[in-house]
Every structure is written in C-alpha cells, then in structure tokens.
C-alpha cells in the first residue's frame, strides 16, 4: 500500500516540468544541497520546539516587559456561581435568546435581568487579559523581526533577489544554500506551530481568514520546497516577514496604551504593507512565477498549484488592505486608530459585545441615577404638598376671625 502511495503521489507529472526525470536532477553531495521531501519531517518536531519555546519567551521575556511598559488588565466581574447557567452556557450558547433566557429564568428562579447579567459576566470572564494579547503579539513579533533581518541577510547577494529570470535559470536542478535551507524549516515549523495554537490562542476578527492563511502558507512552503522553487520561495517569505513585524509591535504598544508611538507604527506597517502585498508581491513575484518562469519550462501540474496557492494569498491580502484602507480613513478623519481593524479584536461576536456590554453596564448606572433623581422629585413632591396643605390650613384659620 505505501509503495503504491508513494507511485502515484511522486509522479514526475506532478513535480517536474515536462521531460524531466528525477535521475536528471540527482545531485552529488560535492555540487551542494538538494531538497527532499523528507527534509519537511523535521518540522513536526521543530513546531513543538517552537510551542515550547513561546511558552518560555512569554512568561520570562513578554510578562515582565508588559510591566515595564505598563499593560493594565481590565478587573471584571466574576459570575456567581450557577450550575444550570454554566452548564448551558458551555454546551449551548454564551449568547441565549430571549425565549431562553426566559425558559432559564423559570429554571433558576431568576429575573430575566439576573439572567442576562450573568451571561454578560460570565462572557467578559472568558475575555483574553490585555497581558496574554500582549504575550502573544511579543512573540510573533521577536520571530517576524528576526526572520526578516536573517532572510533579508541570506538574500542580499543572491543574483534572483535583484533579477527575477534567475529563480528560473537552471531549474530544476538548483542548489539550496545551507542558510535557504534552514529560513525554510524554520518558517514552516513556525507556521505549523501557530496552527497547533489556533484554538487556545486570541480569536480575532479575521480568525477563518488567518486559518486559510496558515494553512495555504504551509502548503506553499513544503510544496515549493518539494518541486525546488525554494529561491521564488524565499522572496515570498522576505515579503510577507518585511511588514509583520510591524504590525505585531504595533499591537503590543496599542495593549501598553501608548497611543502615539501606535499610532505612528500602525502608519508605517500600513504604507509597507500596501506597498509589498498589492505592488510587489503582485506585481514581481507573481508575475515572476506566473509568466517569467514560462520561458523556462512548459506548464505542468505543479506550476498550476503553485500559482493557486499564490492567488489564494494575493486574495486574503486584498482583503486585509481593505481592512487596513478603513482604519486609515478613521487615523486621518477622525485623528486616532480606533480598532485594530485586520486583527485586534476578538470575533464578530465578542467585537459587538465587547461594544454593547460596557453601555449595559451603564445602562445599570445610569439606572440607579434616575431612580436616586426620581426618588429625590418625590420627596420634594411630597415636601411640597405638606407645605400646601398646611398653608391652606393657616388661610382658613386666619379666615375664621373676619368670619366671625
């Protein structure tokens, strides 16, 4: 069965272009690296590495300098203890309807308020800290920086960073430079780690999106690196490294409150960001694999969907742009970046309660006001009419001696 696996899935169709052989690209070890498909194995371990790795950096590194740059925590309510509630809450909605929560009012002898309250406690209760978005963004920021500065580093003097036909030049029988070979493990690894985390890290807005791209990227970096397009590959990953980075110190100064520095970042991220993701990675990379590499080699099954998972990125980044686009229009109207618009928020959901529960809060407040002002007007009411009366009292007495 594993050697009939192994038949169809390394079909030279699927790898090669047309009339090449896996014995005409066999390299010896003296003419250098040649990527394996069992070379991605190593990522497996390395992703676990990696978790183990963000586990340390957060509590040693990101914990403390969140105190030194003074991230504060919201104090929330903790909702009370309620079996009935919490058990509907975890395996039906954190968001019941009115009918429900009238049918759980009934069950627990509550009013409908109570019931509504608690739920609104017990979702900012399950909220992310400001300090664990914080962590997280701390993180990704030290991997992002130092990724870009090494890709950036090995990529310098290579003849394809500069002329885009040498991706091409002598494929597919193309060395892997030691220093290529290890930004390609090292950001699949990362990757594949950020995928692990997805369900106990920060749920954003974007959070389908961010899955698609996790998972598109993983498929590009290991097809590419299968099919040899590692040098088209390392451009691919400078670009999306060279703007990440700021977006991630960006976040961690936003959770730190220090609205101008921000501010300012989230204006330089925004600028870069436009620029790579809809000028230069459309525009030189793609066109680069999408009509460069055909004066090399006629198209084949790998040149399709390498090109499809391109496109598939080139999607999710007019998208973000579109995102990015409408909190440069709130910094220019309005003087400020109100909300992280691409991915600094929690999910739809959590982003309108997280609007909507402060008001109710107030709601509560403003609440108590009118009923110590309405209280207060019936004093005065009732102060005033015990003066009428005994007013009216004093007029009939006086009135009595002329009566007489």
Same mark, same amino acid.
């Given at each position: 069965?594993?050697?009939?696996?192994?038949?169809?899935?390394?079909?030279?169709?699927?790898?090669?272009?047309?009339?090449?052989?896996?014995?005409?690209?066999?390299?010896?070890?003296?003419?250098?690296?040649?990527?394996?498909?069992?070379?991605?194995?190593?990522?497996?371990?390395?992703?676990?590495?990696?978790?183990?790795?963000?586990?340390?950096?957060?509590?040693?590194?990101?914990?403390?300098?969140?105190?030194?740059?003074?991230?504060?925590?919201?104090?929330?309510?903790?909702?009370?203890?309620?079996?009935?509630?919490?058990?509907?809450?975890?395996?039906?909605?954190?968001?019941?309807? =009115?009918?429900?929560?009238?049918?759980?009012?009934?069950?627990?002898?509550?009013?409908?308020?109570?019931?509504?309250?608690?739920?609104?406690?017990?979702?900012?209760?399950?909220?992310?800290?400001?300090?664990?978005?914080?962590?997280?963004?701390?993180?990704?920021?030290?991997?992002?920086?130092?990724?870009?500065?090494?890709?950036?580093?090995?990529?310098?003097?290579?003849?394809?960073?500069?002329? =885009?036909?040498?991706?091409?030049?002598?494929?597919?029988?193309?060395?892997?430079?030691?220093?290529?070979?290890?930004?390609?493990?090292?950001?699949?690894?990362?990757?594949?780690?950020?995928?692990?985390?997805?369900?106990?890290?920060?749920?954003?807005?974007?959070?389908?999106?961010?899955?698609?791209?996790?998972?598109?990227?993983?498929?590009?970096?290991?097809?590419?690196?299968?099919?040899?397009?590692?040098?088209?590959?390392?451009?691919?990953?400078?670009?999306?490294?060279?703007?990440?980075?700021?977006?991630?110190?960006?976040?961690?100064? =936003?959770?730190?409150?220090?609205?101008?520095?921000?501010?300012?970042?989230?204006?330089?991220?925004?600028?870069?960001?436009?620029?790579?993701?809809?000028?230069?990675?459309?525009?030189?990379?793609?066109?680069?694999?999408?009509?460069?590499?055909?004066?090399?080699?006629?198209?084949?099954?790998?040149?399709?969907?390498?090109?499809?998972?391109?496109?598939?990125?080139?999607?999710?980044?007019?998208?973000?742009?579109?995102?990015?686009?409408?909190?440069?229009?709130?910094?220019?109207?309005?003087?400020?970046?109100?909300?992280?618009?691409?991915?600094?928020?929690?999910?739809?959901?959590?982003?309108?309660?997280?609007?909507?529960?402060?008001?109710?809060?107030?709601?509560?407040?403003?609440?108590?006001?009118?009923?110590?002002?309405?209280?207060?007007?019936?004093?005065?009411?009732?102060?005033?009419?015990?003066?009428?009366?005994?007013?009216?009292?004093?007029?009939?007495?006086?009135?009595?001696?002329?009566?007489?």
């Amino acid at each position: 069965m594993e050697a009939l696996l192994n038949e169809w899935l390394w079909q030279e169709k699927y790898w090669l272009p047309p009339g090449i052989r896996w014995q005409d690209i066999e390299m010896k070890e003296e003419d250098g690296r040649f990527p394996l498909p069992r070379d991605l194995i190593y990522t497996l371990p390395l992703a676990v590495a990696f978790i183990a790795l963000r586990y340390v950096f957060e509590r040693l590194i990101a914990v403390p300098f969140s105190k030194q740059l003074g991230v504060k925590d919201r104090i929330r309510i903790r909702a009370a203890s309620i079996p009935k509630l919490e058990a509907f809450y975890k395996q039906n909605s954190r968001q019941p309807s =009115h009918a429900e929560v009238v049918s759980l009012g009934k069950q627990c002898g509550l009013s409908q308020r109570k019931i509504q309250t608690w739920f609104r406690h017990r979702r900012n209760q399950d909220r992310p800290s400001n300090t664990k978005k914080f962590c997280e963004a701390s993180w990704r920021f030290a991997f992002y920086l130092v990724a870009f500065t090494a890709g950036f580093g090995s990529l310098i003097n290579t003849p394809w960073l500069w002329d =885009h036909r040498e991706c091409w030049r002598g494929y597919p029988k193309q060395p892997v430079a030691e220093a290529h070979y290890w930004y390609y493990i090292l950001e699949m690894g990362f990757y594949l780690s950020l995928l692990m985390c997805v369900s106990v890290d920060v749920k954003r807005k974007d959070f389908k999106e961010q899955v698609i791209h996790h998972i598109a990227t993983i498929f590009l970096v290991g097809f590419s690196y299968c099919a040899n397009y590692v040098r088209v590959g390392t451009l691919v990953m400078l670009v999306h490294d060279s703007s990440d980075f700021l977006l991630e110190s960006a976040k961690m100064f =936003h959770y730190a409150g220090w609205t101008r520095t921000c501010d300012s970042l989230f204006v330089v991220f925004a600028l870069i960001f436009l620029v790579t993701r809809l000028v230069v990675f459309p525009g030189r990379v793609i066109h680069t694999t999408l009509v460069v590499s055909l004066e090399f080699f006629q198209p084949f099954f790998g040149y399709y969907f390498f090109n499809a998972l391109l496109l598939i990125l080139q999607a999710l980044h007019v998208f973000w742009a579109y995102l990015i686009l409408r909190m440069v229009y709130k910094f220019v109207f309005l003087g400020k970046v109100e909300r992280d618009e691409r991915s600094d928020e929690e999910s739809e959901v959590d982003d309108e309660e997280e609007e909507e529960e402060p008001e109710e809060e107030g709601d509560e407040c403003s609440w108590e006001q009118r009923k110590g002002a309405i209280n207060s007007k019936l004093a005065s009411l009732a102060n005033n009419c015990v003066l009428n009366n005994l007013t009216n009292q004093r007029n009939i007495n006086s009135r009595l001696p002329k009566a007489r």
